[in-house]
């Protein structure tokens, strides 16, 4: 197997993103990261707020950055719309990475551009920072390069590509940087990023292999892109709320697969269907029965009565030669078995989700983003389930919830709550004391206010019963009512935008 690297996500920065103008979210150990170079706390973070407040944008922006280390194009239907055309995004990820005794502090930024003419999504600008840990953060190198060749007809040989970095006397051996017009070519026709591709990284480990890695920056360099890749690629999983369609539909359940052997890393997303027969790709067939006898022993203690069971009915040839095994998917019960489309959406859910929980639980390497994490889940077995993670898990999970439970099986640090102002959307309860509960705290916070910034404006509900009204007798005069000047001003603008 490859060899080993941990990462973990330590801070997210969000500006000019779907409603969010500004954002940034700090997660457990990003303050014994800067300080003491290593991960101290149990990695949770939930993320709470009204709806619309930007909750589901960070892990839209997370998905977004898995996109980018992975060296894959950014979807373009799913994310152009939220993308500004006229500012475009920035995103800036610090991520803490381990290799062997050596340890890095990365800072990676990205510049998002919609081409509506392509249909593409540009990275316009990288810029990745990285400091090497002695007895403190030092050793700093920057590589910035802003891409030329995007939003250009035909490649232009006057076009400026060079890579600037306040560090060059240091990385002037390092020949890539150096040769940067096929490297940014290639990128922009293929948009994805300039540094995450496979060509950088084997270009970097060739020369470092002929130079027996005497290049101290060459095997900085190498680490922090291939060490950030392998994340991406292996280690790194965002579950969107999309995926609850597909449960809903009662047609399959999306296995969320991730189970290491000693030789091989099996991980991803594999249709489950619930009402029929699916197929499997023979070539991992053997360790899906290994995932599945995995999720039945961590599913005895939520649902004691549940199993998931596997019939194997014939192994099918396609066209292009692939080999699948076709599979019909029960659940049993008490002795009884029946197809897993009976189960409600919850325990669909739960199987859904439970592979990536395990190896959250037992890898440090994992990082586990879930949107909605909640849906459709018993609130007290929820808060049991988190209250487990908090106390063992090795890896690091975040999630969105609308369900409070999680607040008294948490501590408030574990919380970020959204705000209802744009250029702040992300802050952290503060004068919470030792005796409060903390869900009695965040509703008090709600509904009297007392944090940095506004989490819930519940003037809104006086011209959400305006819009009601209207909304219900279009063609009539609302009654008169006797409302504050500040309320009277929201419903007056409220009242133009619905009858304008």
């Known amino acids: 197997m490859k060899e080993a690297y941990i990462v973990r996500i330590i801070k997210s920065e969000l500006r000019n993103f779907k409603n969010i103008k500004y954002g940034e979210v700090k997660y457990m150990n990003y303050g014994s990261v800067q300080k003491y170079g290593e991960i101290q ?43 500004p055309e006229e500012k475009g995004t ?53 590589i910035y390069f802003k891409n ?31 040769s ?66 597909d449960i809903n539909k009662n047609r399959l359940i999306p296995l969320n697969m991730h189970y290491e052997t000693e030789t091989a890393i099996i991980q991803g997303c594999i249709p489950l269907f619930t009402n029929g027969q699916g197929e499997i790709p023979l070539a991992i067939y053997d360790l899906f029965v290994s995932t599945i006898q995995s999720i039945n022993i961590a599913i005895r203690s939520i649902i004691p009565d549940l199993q998931i069971e596997l019939e194997k009915k014939m192994e099918v040839e396609k066209e292009d030669g692939k080999k699948f095994v076709q599979v019909e998917v029960y659940s049993k019960r008490s002795g009884r078995r029946f197809l897993t489309k009976f189960e409600s959406e919850g325990i669909k859910r739960i199987i859904s989700l439970l592979s990536y929980l395990i190896s959250a639980y037992n890898q440090p390497s994992v990082c586990l983003v879930v949107d909605e994490l909640d849906s459709g889940i018993f609130e007290y077995l929820l808060g049991e389930l988190l209250g487990v993670l908090k106390k063992e898990m090795k890896g690091q999970l975040i999630f969105t919830s609308h369900n409070l ?73 609302p009654v008169n009512l006797h409302f504050s000047e500040k309320t009277l001003q929201k419903i007056k603008e409220e009242k133009r935008n619905i009858d304008g």
Not at 122 to 131: A, R
Not at 409 to 438: E, H
């Open 41 to 83: 706390k149990k990695d949770i973070i939930g993320i709470y707020g009204q709806n619309g407040s930007g909750k589901t944008a960070l892990i839209e922006s997370l998905d977004i950055l898995k996109y980018i280390l992975r060296g894959k194009e950014i979807s373009y239907d799913k994310y152009a719309g939220i993308i």
């Open 90 to 142: 920035h995103l800036t990820t610090w991520f803490l990475l381990e290799k062997e005794e050596v340890k890095y502090r990365v800072k990676y930024e990205a510049t998002l551009c919609p081409n509506k003419n392509d249909e593409k999504i540009e990275i316009t600008e990288e810029n990745l920072t990285y400091w090497t840990r002695g007895s403190s953060w030092k050793s700093e190198r920057d």
């Open 148 to 178: 030329p060749y995007y939003g250009q007809d035909n490649l232009l040989v006057d076009a400026d590509l060079s890579v600037q970095s306040k560090h060059m006397e240091y990385l002037k051996d390092i020949k890539l940087l150096h």
């Open 180 to 245: 940067m017009s096929v490297l940014a070519a290639v990128s922009a026709q293929g948009h994805h990023s300039v540094w995450f591709n496979n060509k950088v990284i084997a270009t970097l480990k060739a020369q470092g292999t002929a130079e027996n890695w005497t290049n101290g920056e060459c095997r900085a360099l190498y680490d922090v892109l291939d060490g950030l890749n392998y994340f991406a690629n292996t280690y790194f999983h965002v579950i969107k709320v999309s995926q609850l369609g």
């Open 405 to 477: 439970r999680a607040l008294e099986k948490l501590d408030y640090k574990n919380i970020v709550c959204s705000t209802t102002n744009p250029d702040n959307r992300y802050i952290t309860l503060s004068g919470v004391g030792a005796n409060n509960n903390n869900r009695d705290f965040y509703i008090r916070s709600i509904t009297i206010g007392g944090q940095k910034e506004e989490l819930y404006d519940d003037e809104e509900l006086d011209s959400m019963s305006y819009a009601f009204r209207k909304a219900g007798n279009p063609g009539k005069r």
